[in-house]
């Protein structure tokens, strides 16, 4: 079991104002966090994030959620199509049925931040989508498989046991 030594923390002195710390106060407690120390750190997290979904060639993960109508198969069939447009930055997708003939889909992506940003923009020109909101995390999916340049035979499998035949004495 690897177990790594904890980052080192740095301490920060920040003045607010006093209505401005009392607010934060109530968030901390009612969030249930320990310290004023980890909301801090979560909106600082937070706001890089969001200050990053501009920086070009930042490669973001995230998710894009959509809240649309889903009247006949055409938006349906165009939020398809743009999916498989972006088919590096779309890791998965999934969908539910809300009231009101609504549905709601939420994508779970990755890739360059003007890469996320096409694909919100194009999403946004499908007719009959209501809301979109991109959220991003500057920490990264893992590498699913490894790729080489090379094509390669596939490995042969070794038969289990009881797929060979019976063997007769």
Known sequence: MNLAPF??????????????????DVMVAQRGLA???????????H????????MPGV?????????YR???????????????DFLK????????FLEDD????????????????ALCDRLRQIRGIHQITLVTATALLPPLHAHSNTASAPASVPAADNDRPEETP
């Open 7 to 24: 980052p080192p923390l740095a301490r920060l002195s920040v003045s607010l104002p006093a209505e401005l710390l009392a607010q934060l």
């Open 35 to 45: 310290s004023r120390s980890q909301m801090i750190a979560e909106l600082i997290r």
């Open 47 to 54: 706001e890089l994030a969001e200050h990053s979904e501009g």
């Open 59 to 67: 490669v973001l993960a995230g998710t894009v959620t959509l809240i």
């Open 70 to 84: 889903a009247e006949s198969g055409r938006v349906r069939q165009a939020l398809a199509q743009a999916q498989s």
């Open 89 to 96: 930055e779309v890791i998965s997708a999934q969908h539910v």
């Open 102 to 117: 609504q549905s709601l889909e939420v994508l779970l992506v990755q890739g360059p931040s003007e890469r996320l940003k």
